[in-house]
């Protein structure tokens, strides 16, 4: 039957389905010790990189755990990085809670404008990471950054997948938080990854362009 072919696209569906539930789970745990989100973080996206590419290749398995030791160095460096910023936030927003009135709507403003602008060009940096491969930990930041900017359209949009995959499944129906809990340690990070991926390819296209 057409249906079972391995070249029809019900059954690249599932293929592609199927790796993204092997990525999703290496993700998660390979990501347990919390130091090494950053390399686990990295060969996610390389992975769903390769899948939007249609890049040939070893196993899906062996693409994760090959990219995760590639990676392990910077990309650990990468997530200390992200990780101070963000405990930096989250200091700010402790210290604006404390003040009031008109200075303390002064200051939420100044937050919400820095963790925009935190979250678009850090959505950037693993899946760069994952692309650039031996580039400095310094070259990718700047280059994160400076590409949410160049591809604003691709960085909103994949920004609004991750935001709006956390409201439906954390904020829309709190009742359904088991559920939710368990879809994402079984196919969520990489579906977004996967769907982000596609803007990201168009992102990279403008470093591609560059001299």
Known sequence: MKLLDPESPLMSALGTLCDLVFCNVLFCLLSLPLFTVGASAAALY??????????EGSSIV???WNAFRR???????????????????????R????????????YRVTFFVLL?????????VFPLQARTRGASVSYTLKTAWLLS?????????????????????FFLNPAALNTA??????????????????????????????P
């Open 181 to 210: 809990v368990f879809l994402w340690a079984f196919g969520v990070f990489a579906v977004i990854a996967y769907l982000q991926s596609f803007l990201y390819v168009r992102a990279f296209r403008i470093l591609d362009r560059m």
């Open 95 to 106: 210290a604006v809670d404390a003040l009031s009135g008109d200075l303390q709507r002064l």
């Open 149 to 169: 900017a160049a591809a604003l359209p691709c960085t909103l949009c994949a920004l609004g997948i991750g935001v709006a995959a956390v409201y439906l499944s």
């Open 116 to 124: 925009f602008v935190f979250l678009a060009g850090g959505q950037y």
């Open 62 to 64: 062996a693409r994760f």
């Open 46 to 55: 390389d992975c769903t990189l390769a899948i939007v590419e249609q890049r």
């Open 71 to 93: 990676n392990f160095r910077r990309a650990t460096a990468l997530w200390f990085v992200l990780l101070g910023c963000a405990l930096f936030l989250w200091a700010y927003a």
